[in-house]
């Protein structure tokens, strides 16, 4: 940054009195963001200057400029530090526990903030600006769009609280290829695709240990390391620098486990966003997308300030924070169509709220505004429970009984006191499909006993033919079975993925003396293959070969008449021997817990549970996954 004299300022202000010509709005955010730059004012004002005969570029300096007092990135050279060790992951995303545990209380947001405003250059700005245009002028695809579109999802200089930094040239220089010999067609998704297929050849390691705003485009040039956002992060900038216009979508909060998560869309020459997340799959044309995990809602991250959805909201100190981002857009009907009306019957709220479910408690992601004693949610993903809520500035507080859509209808769940019925519970939050694939890795493997080391002669004890339904699966053999070794056998096409092996004579554990897999080059050590009799089914074993072996050696003969297997799972079925608790949602009066019992099997009964209520059963033993439910038709269902 350039101190300049007041004179010149005086004249580069003369100068922007003359060139800016937009609305009145307009004009306002350039000044305010003139302001706001302090010493550098006439960094911006160069600017300004440069295109003055060029409209069009003109106009793309406008909205970079008015939009860059709200952009930042951190100061410190721990993040130098701690983005080294970053870059140190091995190939399957892992640190160094005493690398890791001394960072964890690290917040980054506690740094001093540099913004861009205050040290931005206008040779910076101008080679983006020119580098956006000539890209996308280049392309076919551009006469598709919009110069609005190309604002928003081309030219930016960056994207949040990364670093600020030189990147078009170097990602185009790299990149450039890809577009001018691997594809050179017009279909921008094909082109997305031919890309994304490079990338992920390259492969992009992830590792979502340490706390870190956005790594930036210098670091994931070289790395190519990071969590989900880090890896959208690094598509936008090799696509924006081959003038393909794209954009980052979010669920703030997922309903399965209570996370974040992102993924690209591009804009395609239809206008519609395709969504794109190329280290799992290429950008496909479909009606609605849906990668299997549960959204609620959908926002995208964007560099200009979007519209307020309501009036007068950002000065209202009753609306949370986190509905007060004017960077980002709910896109929620790009993924769902819908729309469901709660009564208010408090007439003095303005604004209601859902939530979905925490154990601690009902969190937010979406508002509506009252009128005429209703709210009317839009765009919210059918199959979640909501729970409607109210917000007075400090906590929220229960507005109603939750719901849940289901088609064209809903479901409200208000507990009918004056009839009762009895049932059965199996998990204490749904079976997710991640689950099941674990779960099916167990689909084929043998399991052998043998007098013998190297299973000469050797007895099939069992063959796992189907999926397991539960964690815990047991198997009585009868008459029982005399050997020393045991060897588990994955299918020629599967690795070795298991959780627990556990072997029982009447009613006593059989302790192994050894355990070992079949020799080659990466195998498993004994210290880990030990957790595959650990007892835990929340450790486990994955062989890196296909078709591998484990062999338990019990130091002597032995009489085995029972055998567990334990495929990998999310230890959310019932476990014998924890205590368990029922409760069901009293609309205004919350959760109500009515019963505890100790699990004897891997299924629960209760007695007198009201019917027509949504359910929360709660483990009082140990874990911390739980999702509410419902009884349907006698069997119990999860949103």
């Not at 190519?224 to 890896?231: A, E, I, L, P």
């Not at 997710?432 to 674990?438: N, S």
């Given at each position: 940054m350039k101190n300049k004299s007041s004179k010149q300022t005086f004249i580069f202000s003369i100068i922007l009195l003359f060139i800016v010509v937009a609305c009145q709005k307009e004009n306002y955010r350039i000044e305010y963001a003139l302001d706001f730059a302090g010493d550098n004012r006439s960094e911006l004002l160069k600017v300004l200057e440069h295109y003055r005969k060029n409209p069009l570029k003109l106009k793309a300096a406008h909205f970079l400029i008015k939009n860059m007092?709200?952009?930042?990135?951190y100061a410190g050279h721990v993040l130098d530090s701690i983005k080294a060790i970053k870059a140190s992951v091995d190939e399957n995303g892992k640190l160094p526990d005493d690398k890791v545990n001394p960072l964890k209380g690290f917040r980054y947001d506690n740094l001093p903030k540099v913004y861009d405003a205050h040290v931005i250059t206008a040779d910076y700005l101008i080679e983006n600006i020119d580098m956006a245009f000539e890209e996308w002028e280049?392309?076919?695809?551009?006469?598709?769009?919009?110069?609005?579109?190309f604002c928003e999802l081309i030219l930016p200089y960056r994207i949040s609280d990364e670093p600020l930094e030189n990147w078009r040239a170097d990602y185009r220089k790299k990149f450039s290829f890809l577009l001018d010999s691997l594809y050179t067609g017009s279909d921008i998704i094909k082109a997305s695709n031919a890309i994304g297929q490079y990338l992920r050849d390259e492969k992009f390691i992830f590792n979502r240990n340490l706390n870190l705003p956005h790594l930036g485009a210098q670091f994931l040039l070289k790395h190519?390391?990071?969590?989900?956002?880090?890896?959208?992060d690094y598509l936008i900038y090799v696509l924006r620098s081959l003038g393909i216009p794209v954009a980052v979508d979010e669920l703030p909060l997922s309903p399965d486990n209570l996370t974040g998560h992102t993924w690209n869309v591009v804009l395609d020459t239809t206008q519609r966003y395709i969504p794109f997340w190329f280290t799992e799959e290429d950008a496909v044309r479909r009606d609605k997308y849906n990668d299997g995990r549960k959204k609620g809602k959908v926002l995208r991250r964007c560099f200009g300030m979007q519209q307020e959805t309501f009036k007068d909201m950002i000065l209202d100190s009753k609306v949370p924070s986190i509905f007060k981002n004017l960077f980002i857009k709910d896109v929620s009907s790009e993924y769902f169509e819908n729309c469901h009306e709660v009564p208010s019957e408090d007439a003095s709220e303005t604004y209601m709220y859902i939530g979905i479910f925490s154990p601690a408690q009902w969190m937010p992601i979406d508002m509506a505004k009252v009128a005429d004693g209703k709210a009317i949610f839009h765009n919210i993903e059918p199959n979640i429970a909501y729970q409607p809520l109210y917000y007075d500035g400090m906590e929220y507080r229960l507005a109603g009984y939750p719901f849940v859509l289901k088609g064209d209808s809903a479901i409200t769940f208000v507990p009918n006191k004056d009839e009762y019925e009895s049932i059965t519970v199996t998990r204490k939050c749904p079976l997710?499909?991640?689950?099941?694939?674990?779960m099916a890795k167990v689909v084929g493997a043998k399991i052998y006993g043998s007098d013998y080391e190297n299973f000469r002669q050797k007895q099939l004890l069992y063959h796992i033919a189907d999926t397991p339904k539960v964690s815990v699966n047991t198997i009585h053999l009868n008459p029982p079975v005399q050997c020393r070794y045991i060897r588990y056998t994955a299918p020629k096409n599967q690795v070795v993925e298991v959780a627990d092996l556990d072997f029982y004579h009447k009613g006593q554990p059989i302790t192994a003396q050894s355990i070992s897999e079949n020799k080659y080059e990466g195998q498993l050590s004994a210290e880990k293959l030990q957790e595959c009799l650990d007892h835990n089914p929340l450790t486990w074993i994955v062989s890196k070969q296909k078709g591998s072996h484990i062999t338990i050696d019990f130091g002597k003969e032995v009489y085995i008449d029972r055998l567990d297997y334990t495929p990998r799972n999310d230890d959310n079925f019932i476990r014998v021997g924890d205590v368990y608790e029922i409760g069901y949602n009293d609309g205004y009066e919350g959760w109500k817990y009515i019963s505890k019992q100790e699990a004897k099997t891997d299924t629960l009964v209760f007695d007198n549970i009201p019917k027509g209520a949504l359910l929360h059963l709660r483990n009082l033993t140990r874990g911390k996954e739980e999702k509410v439910f419902y009884i349907e038709n006698g069997v119990q269902t999860f949103p």
């Open positions: 007092p709200y952009y930042f990135s280049k392309r076919p695809w551009n006469k598709h769009f919009t110069f609005d579109d190519r390391v990071g969590k989900c956002v880090d890896s959208c997710y499909l991640r689950a099941v694939k674990h």
